[in-house]
């Protein structure tokens, strides 16, 4: 187990909230325009997948950068 404490479940909902709003925008509005000629359930697979990559690569960024703020020092 790790030795940081746990998160609290509202920071955790920020947290994702800030991750995922601008990310599902900028899918929303720039890629899927680009896959319009997918069948819809083909679409809706691929924006989920490229949802979840980039949520592997942005949330634990942002959960570094907002490090003191998640686990303040008390």
């Not at 989920?48 to 907002?66: I, R």
Request: hydrophobic share 55%.
């Amino acid at each position: 187990m790790s030795d940081q404490p746990q998160i609290p479940r509202w920071k955790s909902i920020v947290l994702a909230f800030l991750v995922v709003y601008p990310t599902l925008l900028l899918l929303t509005h720039m890629v899927a325009p680009q896959l319009a000629w997918l069948a819809p359930w083909l679409r809706d697979a691929v924006m989920v997948a490229l949802m979840c990559t980039a949520l592997s690569y942005f949330l634990p960024a942002l959960t570094k950068v907002l490090g003191r703020w998640l686990y303040p020092k008390e």
